[in-house]
């Protein structure tokens, strides 16, 4: 069975600075991975997603995100955040394999943007 | 295009009562997955649905709940009677089709449901 753990629940930074937000996965089988933001009052939109190749990817609105198989994390950062990034970020996975893809969710995490 | 809408965005309800939570698709897109989310606890996977088959409802609660999809189309999601512990946001995704390489979910904006 795949968890996944995000570290932080709330992170309240100051604009322009970086963050970094934590999440590490357990899986006994390669997975996909996936962060997901969801802005006040609205559904969760893909940010990026990790399949396979480069274990740095890149996203939407400047984010990125490195895949570390040996440590079993897949952090997502921002050198320089605006106020707009405030919202919940949610890590997830999915198994690696043929057929459906049900996402498996942390619990997420509330960036606070201060200007 | 539209995305994938839910019906209501909130609802408030007595314990013992009934409620059906819509969700629509987007536009032929085969599959179909509903979430919840209870208050500040991560997301959880519900069922899915492949057109209108139920291919995974290994996370439903209980026997409370009964989704269905009717022609391949817009789902529903009743909860009969409900309680207390049922409070939460349902989400409901969508994608086009799930092959090898996981294909992305469209999220809707959900739908918040408070049992009093």
């Known amino acids: 069975a795949q968890s996944v753990t995000q570290l932080d629940s709330q992170v309240p930074v100051f604009e322009e600075a970086p963050v970094e937000l934590r999440c590490n996965y357990s899986s006994s089988v390669s997975v996909y991975l996936f962060w997901y933001v969801q802005y006040p009052n609205q559904g969760l939109q893909l940010l990026l997603k990790?399949?396979?190749?480069?274990?740095l990817v890149k996203g939407i609105n400047g984010f990125e995100a490195e895949f570390n198989k040996s440590q079993t994390s897949f952090h997502l950062r921002k050198p320089s955040v605006h106020i707009s990034d405030t919202a919940e970020y949610f890590c997830?996975?999915?198994?690696?394999?043929?057929?459906?893809?049900?996402?498996?969710f942390g619990a997420g995490t509330r960036l606070a943007v201060h200007p | 295009e539209a995305g994938v809408t839910q019906f209501p965005s909130h609802s408030v309800i007595e314990k013992g009562q009934t409620v059906t939570l819509r969700c629509d698709p987007i536009s032929g897109h085969d599959n179909l997955y509903w979430y919840r989310r209870v208050m500040g606890k991560e997301i959880k996977f519900l069922l899915h649905?492949?057109?209108?088959?139920?291919?995974?409802e290994s996370g439903m609660p209980n026997n409370r709940f009964l989704a269905e999809r009717t022609g391949g189309t817009y789902s529903t999601l009743k909860v009969q009677p409900a309680e207390l512990e049922d409070s939460g946001v349902y989400f409901c995704?969508?994608?086009?089709?799930?092959?090898?390489?996981?294909?992305?979910?469209?999220f809707g904006p959900g739908t918040r449901l408070t049992v009093l």
């Open positions: 649905f492949v057109k209108e088959s139920k291919q995974d």
């Open positions: 990790y399949l396979s190749g480069s274990t």
């Open positions: 997830a996975v999915t198994r690696f394999s043929g057929g459906y893809n049900k996402l498996i």
């Open positions: 995704a969508s994608s086009l089709s799930a092959g090898l390489r996981s294909d992305e979910q469209f």
